[in-house]
């Protein structure tokens, strides 16, 4: 099991960075990836951005392509998504999401991100 822990939500302008972070401990050591996902109200949970956690390869749902960059700390077991020209349609709870080797995936409790017009 791993456990994830987010950071970083807030509320921001139209246009604006935010970066949010999350936290991973427990089975770390084996995790095939990580990733983002969104929620907003009434919507389903969207995928945002993956990293595979040994290549380091990424990626992104079309919405967000070029605005938003997911890397990874692999040292700290931290991963990161930098958000840049925040759009209001970006308004979310924003949730981590982890896939350790040969077992289901975690998620943590979400963040929310604000995006005032």
């Known amino acids: 099991q791993v456990q994830l822990v987010e950071s970083g939500g807030g509320l921001v302008q139209a246009g604006g960075s935010l970066r949010l972070s999350c936290v991973a401990s427990g089975r770390t050591f084996e995790m095939d990836w990580m990733a983002w996902f969104r929620q907003a109200p009434g919507k389903e949970r969207d995928h945002v951005g993956t990293i595979t956690w040994s290549g380091g390869s990424t990626y992104y749902s079309q919405s967000v392509k070029g605005r938003f960059t997911i890397s990874s700390d692999n040292a700290k077991n931290t991963l990161y998504l930098q958000m840049n020209s925040l759009k209001p349609e970006d308004t979310a709870v924003y949730y981590c999401?982890?896939?350790?080797?040969?077992?289901?995936?975690?998620w943590g409790q979400g963040t929310q991100v604000t995006v005032s017009s």
């Open positions: 999401a982890a896939k350790p080797r040969g077992v289901g995936s975690s």
